[in-house]
Structures are given as C-alpha cells and as structure tokens.
C-alpha cells in the first residue's frame, strides 16, 4: 500500500511552499487509495515554538488535507531513537565522538585552503584513547568509505552520489537529542512510508539518509524531489512578494479551493486544464509528470481563481468564510443583519476576495456615521433631500419588502418626478450603505432590512438638510 507523509518542522508558519509538498503528498496518497501521515519534526527544541504547531494543524485544515495518521511529534519518540542509536553502536555503525568545536573549526578551515570539501575526517572512527569517557561526546553514523549511492527520483531521474563525498554526520547531539537526518529515517521505517514528496533542497540530505536505511535493514522509500516556487519576478519566493504562509492567504480573503487549485498546478498539469475539481486532482494527479523546472508564482492568476470559486461555489461554503471574514473585523452579532448567504450572493460577482466582500457588508450588520465624500459631491445635489423624503414616503407604503416590489416603487418615483433613475437610487445607496457603490438598489434595501431602511433614510434627510 502507498503511504505518504508530510513532516513539517514548527519553526515558523506554513508557507505555500510546504503546503504545495503536502497537497502533492495527500494527492499521490489518495490517488493511490493509500494512506497520508501528518508528522511534526520539532526535534529543533530552540526554534520549535506551539504557535507554530497550532498554525500548521490549522492550515492543513483550512485547506481540507485530511491525514490518515498523526499527528506524530519526533519529541515523543525519543525512547525509540535512543534505542535504534543503541543497536547501531553495538552493531559498529555509529560511534562516539569526542573531537571539540576547536578541533573541527582548525580542520574545517585546512580542509578549505586545500581547495578541499570540508567533511569530517573519521578521527573518532576506532579511537578515543585520548579521552576521558564522561567528556562531552556527539555519535557520528559510520558511513561506508567506498561505492556509491544511487536512485531513482520519479522528478529528477536517476542521482548518484559517491560515498567518498559523504562524512561520518552526527546523528546524536553533544546534549543527548537526536538530529533531523536520523529521526526521519527511523519515522519512516517505523511507520511504513514508501514514497517521499518533498523540496528538491532536501536531494543532498538522500544519500545519507539511504545509507541509514540501509543500515537499519529498511526498505528504501521512492523519492520524489519537487523544484522550488520563485516570486513573479523570478528569484525565491518570500515575504516581499506578498503573502507566504497558507493562512495569510486565507486573512487576505482567498477560498481554500481557490489556494489549492493554484498550488497544483504549480509544477504539475494534465493537458492545458487550468480549473479542477477535488476529484479531478486526485483522479489525474501523478508525481512522474511534475516538471523539474522551479514554479513562478503569479499572484493574477491566484486571484483570476478566486473570482471563479466565489463565483461556483455552493453558496453555503463561501457563506461560512464570508463569516470567518465578518467576525475578523469585529462583526460578532449577524442576527443584526442578512444572511450570509444573501450576502455572497449579491456580492460574488461585485468583489475580488472574501476581506473585500466582509468590509462592503459591515453596513449590513453595524449603523456607519459617515458618508463618502465623493459620493455626497456627485450624487448630492439641489432636491436631492426632496427625492429621499418623496422616497420614504413611497416605501413607507411597501407591504413586500422584496427587491422587485422596491424597484417599481421607485422607478415609479422616479417617473412621477420627471427625473432619471440615478437621481433616486444613487442618494438612496448612500444613505443605506453610507457609499454609492453598491448592488441594485433593491437588493441593498433587502439587505439591510425594511426597519433600518427606512430609519437610515430618516437619518440621511437629517444630514443632508443642515
């Protein structure tokens, strides 16, 4: 059975690069009717942090990449690692060693003005003589001296690398702690994993990591090195191009569906098909057709997916972002106001993301106080106070307050009064929402409701009037 994994360190937020890797992985692993592990690698103690932690389980969530399996911390697993460490020193294939930080900075630096590559020179290999036994001591795992490592990456195609440029690394720290290399060799034969998706920065850490399996008597698990995403300007993506972490997008306004469509196609396509469904991923997504070359992020394109998604959604699923939105900038009480979903469907194809959306709808849910000045310059004229009085008038008269009984209403006004649509609707938009911009003046009637209609227009005679 295909099990995959996604092993994030806590050190920081989930950015669209790690998200990217865990899509890939949860993909290959539905796709397969296989299982999806989620690990946390929070063996870095100084830099390991809960927040961290809380925003990598909430990003997974918020993007619906559901695991089969975890979450599993490396620092509950320190029994186990200390005991494979163990089984490798008796059996000879790690060892203990003494040499100070001293020692290996004076090597280092002879290793470099020799035009060599600085690795560490096995002095430790057979003897510590020259020690006491309760110095401080980091164990190195003993890797072979000769031959070479080789696979098969399903991106890349086939790596070799010679065991002469590989060092003896550490795979237990000076304090007792187990480093990176050796936990993920030992979770991923503990739990089964038979194909690793993950960043192509991880392809010279494979190497090292197949000598260890081999070394443990492991099978070795298919590895699948994806290329970095770059910035629309062509370097690596960071913070100056805007967002990064998962859920600074979903704080920006972007739908999950709208993100995951979009990280897909970042170095992986099926034909020219640029909208996918949740089961069209899983039913076409394959790790063989993952381009080698790195992905540039296109920010247009991004956003060009979330109109659509706000668009076709279910309008139930946008409602309930649109409420994650809504409660973000202080709406607390939507009993004060429409439905969500009302608001959504009037304002789907009026906004470009959900913070837009919330901040035009805030009026529906809380009373404003001040009115947008341009609007008041170019729709408040001479009678205009006459147009909104002649209007509550007419609405006041209303048994239906809905939007087609409120249009006729007033374009029967407005053809009383001799006068263009605009003359009523517009200073109307400002006294409900406080701009000129809005949906159809009925729908905002309907919007905001026929009590607080008709009080903000009392409100909006009494402005306009001084």
Known sequence: MVKTRFAPSPTGFLHVGGARTALFSWLYARHCNGEFVLRIEDTDRERSTQPAIDAILESMQWLNL??????????????????????LLEKGL???????????????????????????????????????PDEP???????????????????????????????????????????????????????????VIRGDDHVNNTPR?????????????????????????????????????????????????????????????????????????????????????????????????????????????VAKELVWHLNRIGVADLSQGPAPELVVKNYAERTHTLKEMAQKARCYYEDFT??????????????????????LESLNSLSSWEPQAIDEVLEALAKRLEIGMGKVGQPLRLAMTGTAMSPGIGDTMLLVGRDRALKRIEKAIAHFSK
């Open 370 to 391: 001040e009115y947008d000045p341009a609007g008041v310059k170019k729709w408040i004229k001479e009678g205009s106070v006459e147009v909104l009085k002649a209007s």
């Open 94 to 132: 790690a060892y203990k060693c003494y040499c100070s930080k001293e020692r290996l900075e004076k090597m280092r630096q002879e290793q470099m003005e020799k035009g060599l590559k600085p690795r560490y020179d096995g002095h430790c290999r057979d003897d510590h003589s020259e020690h006491a």
């Open 209 to 317: 990591q197949i000598n260890l399996y081999k070394a443990l008597g492991a099978k070795i698990p298919v590895f699948c090195h994806v290329a970095m995403i770059l910035g629309d300007d062509g370097t690596k993506l960071s913070k100056r191009h805007g967002a990064v972490s998962v859920m600074q997008y979903r704080e920006d306004g972007y739908l999950p569906e709208a993100l995951v469509n979009y990280l897909v196609r970042l170095g992986w396509s099926h034909g020219d098909q640029e909208i996918f469904s949740r089961e069209e991923m899983i039913e076409w997504f394959d790790p063989a057709q993952i381009s080698k070359s790195a992905s540039s992020f296109n920010t247009k394109k991004l956003d060009w997916l979330n109109a659509h998604y706000m668009k076709t959604l279910p309008v139930e699923e």
């Open 137 to 195: 001591y980091v164990i190195r795992f003993r890797n072979p001296d000769t031959g070479t490592v080789a696979f098969d990456d399903l991106v890349k195609g086939h790596i070799e690398f010679q065991n002469s440029e590989l060092d003896d690394f550490i795979i237990q720290r000076s304090d007792g702690t187990p480093t990176y290399n050796f936990c993920v060799v030992v979770d991923d034969y503990d739990m089964g994993i038979t194909h």
């Open 66 to 87: 559901n695991w089969d399996e975890g979450p599993y911390y490396q620092t509950k697993r320190f029994d186990r690692y200390k005991e494979v460490i163990n089984e």
